[in-house]
């Protein structure tokens, strides 16, 4: 029989958020983002007021959620806090991209919960669709094409893409 990691403390606050999160939260008019904002301010976010959190946004365990200055987390996309999740600052965060810090350890017997923060720098943009797994940290002014799957951890400027994602090509920022 496996037993859970997570106190009862932790599991209450985790169904509380739960109960929000599906209906204030999501049922909040689209321009209430400094509303949603709270809300997860409220449960141990440490996030900043300019950030943009899509009412279709799934937050779970939000007091490990981390989130920089004018970072956005699209529709319909899950970050999945069961342990860090730190966005730095002017980082979007597509529609339906999904951010994992949990697993299962599949060589044992009760499958044992597995989890590693994510680590996403400044500037990087994770296009639709993505899934960003447990342990990845990705540089600032990265680009991830949609549909990848991000399973390790890419340096600064850069694009990539793909299942698994690879490199594809340094991103040149161009100087006005």
């Not at 399973?151 to 040149?172: E, H, L, M, W």
Request: charged content about 25%.
């Amino acid at each position: 029989m496996q037993t859970s990691p997570f106190t009862l403390k932790v599991k209450i606050k985790a169904k509380l958020w739960s109960v929000i999160n599906s209906t204030v939260y999501r049922y909040s008019p689209f321009f209430f983002r400094k509303f949603r904002v709270a809300l997860v301010k409220a449960f141990g976010g440490k996030i900043e007021w300019s950030c943009s959190l899509d009412r279709r946004s799934r937050i779970d365990h939000p007091w490990n959620l981390i989130m920089g200055d004018l970072s956005s987390l699209g529709e319909d996309s899950w970050a999945y806090c069961l342990d860090k999740i730190l966005i730095g600052e002017k980082c979007c965060i597509g529609k339906d991209v999904y951010l994992l810090t949990g697993s299962h350890d599949v060589s044992t017997e009760s499958f044992d919960l597995l989890t590693r923060p994510i680590k996403i720098k400044s500037n990087t943009w994770i296009a639709t669709g993505c899934y960003i797994l447990p342990g990845v940290e990705l540089g600032s002014f990265n680009v991830v094409a949609a549909g990848s799957v991000v399973t390790k951890s890419f340096d600064d400027n850069c694009i990539v893409g793909g299942n698994p994602a690879k490199y594809i090509k340094d991103r040149s920022i161009k100087q006005f």
